[in-house]
């Protein structure tokens, strides 16, 4: 594996500076990745152990997996995984008893926990994601299937070893002790499992965004129970950086369009079809087609394309987002009060050249107004401390040019690492269970209680999360032209194959 396949996970966790004091040797840790046979003999117990073993591979180098002797059936599956991602020398897998000392992290799949060991440990029964890092064992019951629930455990499970190998700092998140999370309600400490999955999914929807969010929803509706209608797109082919950052994805996709694959994976499952194209071409392809999905999916990045994504006017728009460590869940009906995208996610005002020029050079902001004169030691102490030794290469040259190298070096970095962000794969996944438990709670015609958003730190846990209820902006689009949009979509239904 080159730096590069782990350079967004990487990028995560130097973004949190002196809170996590071993972000820069975190990769080559040792983790353990083990089970209990009882929980490991449940659908959800296996599921949790596969997803929990694509998500650490993502970021960690040595990983062990060691289940009981009784489910060789669940390593020979582990084996798989690594031969469909190809990195089969990079995982050991073993059966049977074997030391749980010396590893930096171990995540057991089952209920019992180990305050003797850096052990976190994970279940999921239904819509319940269960995670304990402390003395608190977590509930035995774990037959409700729901990969949904089980994906959403493997994240947070995940989580908490990545706290473990950062040696995340308390103040900004603690490890879990006995927590819960529904993926139904969006409520920690929460029992009940939910309702039980229906024995078909319908889908007529559109899916926009094969990257991070975009796997783990692909991921989800592999192990679902789908059919109908799908259009995946995507402008982008998988790079070596996606690695860190995919589910699905393996060393043989680089190079390849990201619509392309994620075609080839749902094909048989799904009336499917991948395009290699921008969004702006989206809604003239479904006009000469005479199809228009009734949901539109997006996992994008940028707030631009959400927007072309809303003017489609479909049904119901879910979206995901993510931050370096923040995940976020929204629904936007067409038939209910509740804010569009285009009345969510508005451009920021244009910051201020000054602004830009302290954020880029740390100079304060009375010196980036004195352009002739000399960058001093004086400069170089009053700086950030990330930007003191750039800062320090600098001194006796003007602040004029110094402003303009750190401006041409952005832009040189924008231009060669288009849509690069830090990220890891345990957010992305968080964000994609969500996503997907709305999908279904529409197919399936159960209540959402998304008004329309949910928010939650992966690192201080779902305890921390906050529901976000808004409804139509009265300057947006969505309330200035409803009549316009209101004809469209009659046109649109009446013209519909």
């Not at 129970?225 to 799908?230: R, Y």
């Not at 009549?483 to 519909?496: D, G, L, T, V």
Request: proline letters at 5%.
């Amino acid at each position: 594996m080159s730096a590069n396949e782990y350079s967004r996970p990487a990028a995560a966790a130097r973004s949190l500076g002196a809170l996590a004091p071993d972000a820069h040797r975190f990769h080559d840790k040792r983790v353990l990745l083990t089970g209990e046979s009882v929980v490991l003999g449940t659908a959800n117990g296996r599921e949790c152990l596969l997803a929990g073993l694509r998500l650490l591979i993502r970021f960690c180098r040595d990983v062990t997996v060691r289940v009981p002797a009784s489910t060789k059936d669940v390593a020979d599956e582990c084996h798989a995984v690594l031969d469909d991602l190809d990195i089969v020398d990079r995982c050991t897998i073993a059966t049977g008893d074997g030391s749980e000392k010396g590893y930096d992290a171990i995540l057991s799949i089952g209920t019992r926990v180990r305050s003797d060991l850096p052990w976190t440990v994970i279940n999921s029964n239904g819509w319940l994601a269960r995670v304990s890092s402390g003395r608190t064992e977590l509930a035995s019951d774990c037959d409700l299937v729901n990969p949904i629930g089980a994906l959403g455990a493997a994240s947070l499970g995940a989580t908490e070893v990545f706290k473990r190998l950062i040696n995340l700092q308390p103040q900004r998140g603690k490890l879990l002790d006995g927590t819960t999370f529904s993926l139904f309600t969006y409520q920690a400490g929460s029992s009940d499992p939910g309702p039980a999955l229906p024995p078909e999914l319908r889908l007529n929807a559109v899916l926009t965004g094969a990257g991070a969010i975009g796997n783990g929803v692909v991921y989800l509706l592999l192990r679902l129970p789908i059919s109908g209608q799908l259009i995946v797109i995507d402008r982008q082919d998988y790079a070596e950086e996606n690695w860190g950052t995919s589910l699905l994805v393996s060393r043989r996709h680089f190079g390849v369009a990201k619509a392309a694959v994620m075609e080839r994976m749902l094909a048989g499952r799904l009336d499917v079809r991948g395009f290699k194209e921008d969004l702006d071409v989206l809604a003239t392809r479904l006009e000469l087609q005479r199809w228009f999905p009734r949901v539109a999916i997006g996992c994008l990045d940028n707030i631009d394309a959400r927007h072309r994504l809303q003017q489609l006017w479909p049904d119901l728009v879910l979206d995901g987002a993510i931050g370096d460590f923040a995940c976020q869940v929204s629904r936007h009906p067409w038939n209910e009060d509740t804010a569009c995208v285009q009345c969510l996610f508005r451009h920021p005002p244009g910051e201020a050249a000054e602004t830009v020029a302290t954020r880029l050079t740390g100079l304060g902001g009375e010196r980036v107004s004195s352009m002739d004169s000399p960058v001093t030691e004086d400069d170089v102490r009053a700086a950030p401390t990330e930007r003191r030794d750039w800062l320090r290469a600098r001194v006796g040259k003007s602040v004029c040019s110094v402003v303009q190298e750190a401006v041409a070096q952005q832009i040189s970095a924008d231009a060669l690492r288009p849509g690069f962000a830090p990220s890891v794969l345990f957010v992305a996944c968080l964000s994609s269970s969500m996503v997907v438990a709305e999908l279904v709670k529409d197919a399936s015609g159960y209540h959402s209680v998304l008004e329309p958003r949910f928010q939650m730190d992966a690192l201080r846990g779902p305890v921390h999360g906050c529901y976000l209820p808004q409804g139509r902006s009265p300057d947006c689009v969505c309330v200035l032209r409803r009549k316009n949009i209101i004809r469209a979509r009659e046109q649109r239904r009446a013209h519909a194959r």
